[in-house]
């Protein structure tokens, strides 16, 4: 079964600062794709970035990069320069393509808060 | 492009009580899902629908939840009786098109906050 692990609860840092948000996934499918969600306060997912299991490929927008490591399950979140408004909820998840349907399956979060 | 709008954001009923959600999806986005997210932990998929039709209901509980989508388009989740654990944010959300390995991203709406008392 899909499984998605987001080790760290929680995470507090200070403005500046560069942070790290660890997801580890767990899949059979050869085919699979993983993204990553930010939940502030409103509660309304937005969406950060779609990966592909086939395209290793870092990616970079801005502050934000990723890390995609097949080797090791990984497809790890880092912001750089952290800024206040960062401060929310953030989901790794992984898409379950079983029978069918197009679910995803997420981790249990991991809420960040800069400090000023 | 208006996002997946929802609709009550908030509401207090007591338990065994009824609740409905609405939700209306992205314009032309085939696929629409309900998540239900208990405070604390990640978004867990209910029900999926494909236009009208249901493609995965297999973790909704079937003996309080119902949900439709007559004409493709907007959804309605219902629970009747509500339990003391539903309380939950329900999220809606919606993708160009599922079932299958298209990989589509899935776009969420505000959610509907429910506290049952």
């Known amino acids: 079964a899909q499984k998605v692990t987001q080790a760290q609860t929680e995470i507090s840092v200070v403005e500046k600062e560069d942070v790290t948000l660890d997801c580890v996934y767990e899949?059979?499918?050869?085919?699979?794709?993983l993204f990553w969600y930010k939940q502030p306060p409103s509660g309304e997912l937005v969406f950060l970035i779609r990966r592909n299991s086939f395209d290793e490929q870092n990616e970079i927008s801005g502050r934000y990069s990723w890390n995609f490591q097949k080797s090791t399950s990984s497809f790890n979140f880092t912001i750089t320069a952290s800024q206040v408004v960062d401060s929310a909820v953030y989901f790794c998840a992984l898409s379950d393509l079983q029978g069918g349907s197009e679910k995803l399956v997420f981790g249990k979060g991991t809420k960040l808060t800069v400090n000023p | 492009e208006a996002g997946v709008a929802q609709s009550p954001r908030y509401k207090i009923i007591e338990k065994r009580q009824s609740v409905a959600f609405w939700c209306n999806p992205i314009?032309?986005?085939?696929?629409l899902y309900w998540y239900q997210q208990i405070l604390g932990q990640g978004p867990k998929l209910l029900i999926q629908f494909q236009n009208n039709g249901v493609v995965d209901d297999s973790q909704l509980p079937k003996d309080r939840f119902s949900a439709e989508r007559l004409k493709g388009v907007d959804s309605t989740l219902k629970i009747q009786p509500a339990k003391l654990e539903d309380s939950a944010v329900y999220l809606c959300?919606?993708?160009?098109?599922?079932?299958?390995?298209?990989?589509?991203?899935?776009?969420f709406g505000e959610g509907s906050w429910l506290t049952v008392v």
């Open positions: 899949t059979r499918d050869t085919t699979y794709y």
């Open positions: 314009s032309g986005h085939a696929t």
């Open positions: 959300a919606s993708s160009l098109e599922g079932g299958g390995q298209s990989g589509n991203t899935i776009y």
